[in-house]
């Protein structure tokens, strides 16, 4: 399977700590998005990667959060401090340079308790 | 502010009908406007796209219509399947000046057999 892959699938965690979340782009893909989608919402945008340059940060991505793509493939989407309202289902997704569509992992749901 | 709305939470279909979804946009910058499908545990899956300097682009069962003056676009299936039943996600992007894409709240249609 070539596609997007998110580890872990689903994480419970307590307020306060700390979480990591991994996404696996498609090989080729140099373009990288994270997203955040709550329970009737449609995917809201956080950040944008070109290979390792982080270019883009909305202002929902709080400096509890950080991304990194150290070597321009996979990515790292950290929260520190989790609160409750953190809780979501956190997608990744990849293209290419020049294509406008994306292709979406499966997501890492988190639960903050 | 939601940019991209999508107020039909839910459709419900018969079998081989004609199935209109319906998207409206509020800033005038967007220029590219994408279709998602959404099955549960499954990130969304790109469907069709259109540029702002068409008002129809088709693929097989699926055409989106753009109407830019009424900040509005529609996909069209046709012929319903119930393989179509899913969340159906509308995004817009500004082309230039932004990596962002703005999705809808999505609308989940039913196609029942």
């Known amino acids: 399977d070539t596609g997007v892959s998110q580890d872990p699938r689903h994480k419970i965690t307590k307020r306060g700590q700390n979480v990591t979340f991994r996404c696996d782009p498609i090989?080729?893909?140099?373009?990288l998005y994270w997203y955040r989608q709550t329970l009737g919402q449609g995917p809201e945008f956080l950040t944008y990667?070109?290979?390792?340059?982080?270019?883009?940060k909305s202002r929902l991505l709080s400096d509890r959060f950080s991304a990194e793509r150290p070597k321009g493939s996979f990515s790292t989407l950290e929260i520190q401090r989790t609160e409750q309202g953190d809780s979501a289902m956190y997608l990744c997704?990849?293209?290419?340079?020049?294509?406008?569509?994306?292709?979406f992992g499966p997501g890492t749901r988190l639960l903050v308790l | 502010d939601q940019q991209v709305k999508q107020n039909s939470p839910s459709l419900s279909v018969q079998e081989g009908r004609i199935s209109i979804l319906n998207c409206d946009y509020t800033?005038?910058?967007?220029?590219?406007f994408l279709w998602y499908k959404k099955y549960p545990a499954e990130g969304p899956t790109f469907l069709i796209s259109?540029?702002?300097?068409?008002d129809k682009n088709e693929d097989g069962r699926f055409t989106v219509f753009l109407n830019k003056s009424a900040k509005h676009l529609s996909l069209h299936i046709v012929p319903s399947q119930p393989g179509d039943s899913a969340v159906y996600f509308c995004?817009?992007?500004?082309?230039?000046?932004?990596?962002?894409?703005?999705f809808g709240t999505g609308t989940r249609l039913k196609v029942l057999a």
């Open positions: 997704a990849s293209s290419l340079d020049g294509v406008l569509s994306q292709y």
């Open positions: 090989s080729e893909h140099n373009r």
């Open positions: 990667f070109q290979n390792e340059a982080q270019l883009e």
């Open positions: 800033n005038s910058m967007f220029d590219y």
């Open positions: 259109i540029s702002s300097i068409k």
């Open positions: 995004a817009a992007h500004r082309t230039s000046g932004t990596y962002k894409y703005i």
